[in-house]
């Protein structure tokens, strides 16, 4: 489970305020998957015995599913047309799968929503390369 650092906060605060718009999406992606990698743990180590467990099963599941609840209103339909609309969908397919895994206590269902997230983040970094990456490189072999 992760702990608490005041030296991270501010590092991850840095990566933020000089983040592109795609990483901070996939900044959004690592939280969550984080988020579900605590819950999993969490259940594993006991619910029943350890309330903090409990609690903290919850409110990383509960965080996951803010994630995503951010993700899909960030969501620019007119611009990503069918990209938008499909991630709409899965956005809304993975948030009522944590909801249930939640219930359920269902880690099976948080590796299968951990896997299409880690997904997910892959192709948004494919994207960052393919936008930002090839430009840099362009710019590079320009001013060489």
């Known amino acids: 489970m992760n702990t608490y650092s005041p030296a991270k906060d501010v590092y991850l605060q840095s990566m933020v305020e000089n983040a592109n718009p795609i990483r901070l999406v996939i900044l959004l992606y ?53 990209i938008a609309d499909n991630l709409d969908e899965i956005y809304d397919i993975l948030v009522n799968e944590l909801i249930g895994a939640n219930i359920n206590n269902d880690v099976e269902t948080l ?3 951990k896997s299409v997230l880690e997904d997910l983040r892959e192709a948004w970094e494919d994207a960052e390369k393919n936008v930002y990456g090839k430009g840099k490189e362009e710019k590079e072999v320009k001013s060489a």
Do not use: F, M, W, Y
Not at 54 to 81: C, F, H, P, T, W
């Open 30 to 82: 690592d939280k969550a998957i984080t988020c579900i990698e605590d819950a999993i743990d969490a259940i594993n180590a006991g619910l029943e015995d350890n309330p903090e467990n409990l609690k903290l099963k919850v409110e990383s599941i509960s965080r996951a599913i803010d994630i995503l609840i951010v993700l899909q209103a960030s969501l620019n339909k007119e611009e990503g047309k069918e």
């Open 111 to 113: 590796e299968k929503v």
